[in-house]
């Protein structure tokens, strides 16, 4: 039987890890095939997952709030904070990489078959892009065969004024580009408009964001999960080179607890809402171009949906590949949170969005305009310069390829 694993590396993959577990452990007993996530022994079942960071602040807060049994190996965690990419690559991380590299193997071992590596982390963060790149290099030696898809919190495209995560996120796209066969694009910013577009808060935490995150992961095992359908070529489907997978999801709907106005949407109002610029968690362009899409379905009952939507969601004008691939997770829509309502039906829709070079063409941008200023040189003491001329040349490179993709009206991005 095939499984998955879940790798949760720093401060804010591991609270979005914590938010995941959760949810999961509420859909336990709905879900039909367990052993995808979770470990069976002695009749107890064991999340297949690992919790990693370089300092302890994050792993403990979980650990010690957490009622869901994991393995004495799951967490992992070093003793000092590395805030950028060079610190937590280079320097501190030996024995924390050791410790995690054998706590994957030992998991691992248990498992009939491996197929999936769900990897969550902040590319902005030291430990989130550093750690996460060396992390994933090895796997990619160990376990080449093996899928690794990446649900990864950027930076924001419009908002976005931390220097050191504008290095780390770039120093980090080598590796992002290279190692992972899918990255699912998540930044903070638009995260926060989706849910003040949607919701009626007055304050909005981390821990709505983190389960926006969670609630897209969980929908994409659920798959698996509930319907025993391989969802191996969910990501390859949407990748029409083995560089371009870089994938722009959004969502729909949310509502609060005490909102009963929760009727579904028809077929073309569904697909409507979920192509709105408000409903994308990641933004670039106001005007998306999509190379490929997939829309992934959640819902209870079967969703007559499936098989009747090419003429609407065709409508995306896909410029590579006929149809849109149409998946669904069949199982009820759980909530974590406390203020929000469990809908009768969500979506998410995954685009290769052409119009993405516009947020790489902007990050090479300010990236050069700091390095050029010299601006926190002194911080990154320990980098390797062959690291910065790769990664820039890499950034431009991706930019170069997704802009051939965009032919629509011969506009410029």
């Known amino acids: ?5 879940h790798i949760h590396v720093g401060g804010a993959g591991v609270k979005i890890g914590d938010m995941l577990w959760k949810l999961y452990e509420k859909e336990q007993n709905e879900t039909t095939q367990k052993n995808y996530i979770y470990d069976e022994v002695d009749g107890n079942y064991y999340p297949q997952a690992l919790f990693v960071d370089t300092d302890d602040r994050m792993i403990l807060e979980v650990q010690s709030s957490n009622s869901i049994k994991f393995k004495k190996h799951s967490f992992i965690h070093g003793n000092k904070d590395s805030s950028t990419y060079a610190l937590s690559r280079y320097y501190y991380i030996k024995k924390t990489l050791e410790k995690a590299q054998d706590s994957i193997r030992k998991q691992i071992e248990t498992m009939d078959r491996l197929d999936d590596f769900v990897i969550t982390s902040s590319i902005s963060g030291g ?4 750690f996460t790149c060396e992390l994933t290099y090895d796997l990619s030696n160990d376990y080449h065969k093996v899928n690794k898809n990446g649900f990864i919190i ?5 908002v976005a004024n931390n220097v050191l995560g504008i290095y780390n996120t770039v120093l980090a796209m080598p590796n992002m580009i290279g190692y992972f066969d899918s990255i699912t694009m998540f930044d903070n910013q638009s995260m926060y408009n989706f849910i003040d577009h949607q919701l009626d808060v007055d304050f ?4 709505f964001l983190n389960n926006l995150v969670a609630q897209i992961i969980s929908s994409y095992t659920g798959i698996r999960r509930f319907n025993q359908e391989d969802n191996s070529a969910f990501f390859s489907n949407l990748c029409p080179s083995p ?3 870089f994938y722009i999801p959004s969502y729909g709907k949310l ?5 009963y106005v929760r009727k579904e949407l028809e077929q073309r109002e569904f697909i409507q809402f979920l192509k709105k610029i408000d ?9 998306p171009h999509y190379i490929c899409s997939t829309l992934l379905l959640r819902k209870r009952q079967f969703n007559p949906f499936s098989g009747r939507l090419d003429q609407t969601i065709n409508n995306l004008n896909n410029q590579f590949g006929q149809t849109s691939q149409i998946y669904q997770c069949k199982s009820s829509n759980y909530q974590v949170l406390p203020e929000l309502a469990e809908m009768k039906q969500t979506g998410t829709l995954f685009s290769n969005d052409a119009s ?3 947020s790489l063409k902007a990050l090479e941008k300010r990236f050069s305009y700091a390095y050029d200023q010299h601006a926190f040189i002194g911080g990154f003491e320990g980098w390797k310069s062959r690291d910065i001329y790769i990664a820039r040349d890499d950034l431009k490179q991706l930019q170069h390829e997704y802009e051939e993709f965009f032919t629509v009206d011969n506009q410029e991005i």
């Open 255 to 259: 509502t609060l607890i005490n909102d």
């Open 356 to 358: 993405i070079a516009s």
């Open 127 to 130: 430990t989130g892009s550093g």
């Open 154 to 158: 950027f930076p924001s495209s419009k």
């Open 1 to 5: 039987m095939s499984s998955a694993f």
């Open 243 to 245: 560089k371009l997978h």
């Open 279 to 287: 409903q994308k968690l990641y933004q670039c362009s106001n005007n």
């Open 204 to 207: 909005v935490d981390y821990s």
